[in-house]
Structure formats: C-alpha cells, structure tokens
C-alpha cells in the first residue's frame, strides 16, 4: 500500500521518488493496513553534530518527567558504529538521564553484567553520564494488547524504575531484522537477554534466539514496541531521535560490520517511532547514488518493512507522515 508522504520543499534535494516502487514491492509482504488521515511529524536535520541533535529533540518540544532514562546501543566491541559519546553527550546530560541497555542474548563482549559494564566504561559511556544495565537483575513482564506472535514482553527489571525514556537510534542495516532504528531499540533493546530469545523465536523461546520464523521475529519485535510503548503511556513518556551516520549493512550488534557505502544523511526525530524509522527507511530508498544498493538489499531480504507494518496495524503509530526541515 502506497502512502503519500508529504515533504517541504526545503527538502527538495532528498526527494522520495525514488523509493516507489522498492518500497511498494516489500510492502507487499505484509498485510496492507488501514489508511490513516493524520500525518505524525518528523523533523530532519543535515547536522550530524551536538548541536544538530539538540535542535531535532527542541523541535519535538517533548518534557521527561521523574526519573529519564536515555535508551541506545552500547555497541559491540571492537569497531562497530555506536552513537560516539562525543555526540550525544551534551543532549544526555541537558535531560539529567541516565544511560540505560540490557544484556544480548547472541554472546559476545555484552552478554554478561559484568563485562558489558567492561565495554561501557571503554566507549566512554561512564564519563559522561550514569549508566544501568536494566536487565542486571533479571527481567519483569509487561502485557502486549493485540499482539498474534506474543502476548508479553520481557524487559529488563529496572525498566519500570524510570517514568520517561528519551530513545537515541543508530539507524543502519541489520542481519536479522533488516535494519535497526527506534522499534528496534525499544524493542529489541530494552528486552532482557530471556526477552530477546522470545521476540528473536517468534514467542516459542526464551532460552534460544535461533529458531524462530522470519515474519513471526518481525511481528514479535513490533508488539513488544507496542507493550513498552503502552506501559510508558506512549508520547507522555517516551521520545525518539535516529541518526543517520555510518549507514552499514551491519548493526552495532556486531563488532566488525562492514564499512558504510552510504553517506550519511542526517538526524531524525519524531514522537512517532513507527513515522521515524519510516521516514528513515524512505530516505534510504531515495538515495540515487548505486552505493545505496546494498542497504536497501540488506533491508528487502529480509523484509524489514514488516515491522513499520505491523506496528501500524496495532496502533502504535502512522507511517503517513509530513517531514518537517529544522535547516535553514
């Protein structure tokens, strides 16, 4: 199903034309969902810089409230292409939040408490603000309404310890999912390593992550969104930036991806996740350069678009939106 995107001609350069018919073809994936009238808003800059992401999070005119937690990826070692706290500092600490990720379920450097704490201090996460692993403890259960693939969700303990979660995406590829923005990370992310299995196989799992069907992952990892999007009370507690810098084939999950063909294209924010990583996903698309080939490859694979659908069909959000330039 073909949405109409609405674009303001200061962004005419980044024109969606191009992403016609790939996007029309991967739509096709999944089951087409209900028209929506309203477009959600998302603001785009060009400026991948400390200033540039201050002003996509003072367009949203969002307020946390209580205690903040800033959900993103600590990265696997050695190379991967996490958010550098060079960037994001500045924005963490204007929102006093707390760093918070959970522990993997793949192994690796972060599957363990105390040896991701290990790779945190190393990419300097420490140094620039409090960091919790929320999973440290175990997990707790929160209710999914409307989901076929998983009814809950297993998020880390301390989730429920924070009343507003400011999420910061890397948006880039991903081997499993296809690509990974802001539903993946609230996803994906805020699961517990046991969580992470269950999302992974689809609801059938939560000692292993390898067994599960491709649509059922993708459709698990939009209702548990869902779930921790409706625990937060949507918008009122949550917000979401992507940036779109070091746009690998590869997630920061793993730590020697392959060198980005993109360029980077800038930085991205909306109260919408499911209108955020959309609008993300449409720029890709729209790049006309050849060296975009692999990502968008990368992404039709392995039907990452389902996810936006699904997501859409329960209600979490649109992925008709109007993209609004914050450059002058």
Known sequence: MLKKIALLAALSLLSLTACGQAAQDEKKAAPAADIKTEKAVVYFTKDISPKGLAAAYE???W??????????STGEPPASNYLRPELIKDLVQKVNGTIVECNTAYGGARSETKKHYEVIKEHGFDAIAPVQILDEKGSMSIKIEGGRRIKEDYVGAAFKDYDSYLVLSHF???AMAGFGGALKNISIG???????CWIHSGGTSTVSMWDGEQIAFLEAMAEAAKGVSDYMGGSKGMAYINVMNRL???CDCNGHPAEPELKDIGILSSLDPVALDQACLDLVYAQKDKDGKSLVARIHERQGSVTVQHAEELGLGTTSYELVSLDK
């Open 190 to 196: 805020l699961a517990s390593s046991m969580g992470k």
């Open 63 to 72: 307020q946390p409230h209580g205690k903040t937690a800033v959900k993103l």
């Open 59 to 61: 367009a949203l005119k």
């Open 172 to 174: 880039k590829g991903h």
């Open 248 to 250: 690998s084939v590869d």
